[in-house]
């Protein structure tokens, strides 16, 4: 039976779950001589430290790593607000990272940037999530950390914008979590037992423009999307806009809601593995990804029914491009087969991504009347 095209991108997306992702591998092919190693594919770690820790994107930050397409990284994070990897139990004041440059990295904790050689302006860059890892603990928002909402419950004056400088907070600001990533639960000190969906709340590349570019809100190049459906096995694609790509990633997130309502998601520091394969003849906008569940396109606005408008458009275009749908088709089989979800409402530049889930078009091998 003939597979349609959808089913056949999944199944080239799915073919790397086949190969080891712990050590190095080679990729080999039979000739007439026998098995010959075409290259090896390399597995290189980033740690967290000052050479590989920024809180900001810059199109000028030196790579702390350059790799081949097909290698993989393992990051070690920080939590977004900069805090120590490791936490004395039940801790009162939690251990910041140091050293910590306050008159550069004010934001988000990222590692990176990471190189890939032969990439260029307009190429496409895939990042294959094989591994996602939390580690022991974390903090969401405590009772006494403003949040956007609260003018509208009556709970104080509302927030508007980020704060000067990301920290992890204090005191009543914070809610601290207990992780444990063999059983797969966080537990608050109140005695909250939450199930956890580890993903990475940041994965992106610098814009192509000069100076120093705030990691809060997302942008064409992927960075704050904050989007929960990108856990372990998912792959994202984001537009190359700087020779080199310079990917980093950060603020890791244990479990966090569509919308993330109250700001912080449940932070925490993480180990991460990508896997990085270069597309040249893929052209994008905007990211998109590939889950278990389905296709997913992106839309960013400061409004969020003109996010919903771009992400639309987007899955509009991709599922012409997987079906050979006309615009207007594409539209109407949409409305039936289309989710959108608020990605996040709290960053700025809010996000709703547009989820076309695996199955929900079944091509037909013959068109009936």
Known sequence: MTKNPADLLLDQHLDYLKLPS???????????????????????????????LHGFYSRDVPPALTIDTGDAVTFQTLDSGWGAIEQDP????????????????????LCGPVAIRGAKRGMTLEIRLNQIRARRWGWSAGPKLPAQL?????????????????????GEAATFWEIDPDANIAVSRAGRRLK?????GIMGMP?????????????????????????????????????????????????????EVAGPALNCPMEVECEFHLHPEMTLALPRARTADGWITFGFSKDLNEAAVVATIEMVKLMGELYGFSPKEALSLASLVVDLRITQMVNGVRGVHALLRAEAIQQATEATA
Do not use: W, Y
Not at 90 to 104: A, K, N, S, W
Not at 150 to 170: E, F, K, N, S
Not at 196 to 200: D, I
């Open 22 to 52: 712990d050590h190095e591998f080679s990729f080999l092919e039979f000739s007439p001589n026998g098995r010959q190693a075409l290259r090896m594919n390399r597995h290189h770690k980033l740690f967290a430290a000052p050479g590989t």
């Open 90 to 109: 039940g801790f009162i004041e939690p251990r910041d990272f140091v050293p910590r440059d306050l008159q550069r990295d004010v934001a988000h904790a």
């Open 150 to 170: 609260d003018g509208q419950l009556g709970l104080g004056v509302t927030t508007v914008g980020p704060p000067a400088v990301i920290a992890v907070p204090r």
């Open 196 to 200: 956890l969906r580890p993903f990475m």
């Open 207 to 259: 814009l192509d423009v000069p100076g120093v570019q705030s990691t809060f809100p997302p942008t064409a190049c992927g960075g704050n999307l904050d989007c929960r459906e990108l856990t372990q096995g998912a792959a994202l694609f984001l537009p190359i806009a700087v020779d080199g790509g310079l990917f980093s990633t950060g603020d890791g997130h244990a479990l966090q809601g569509d919308g």
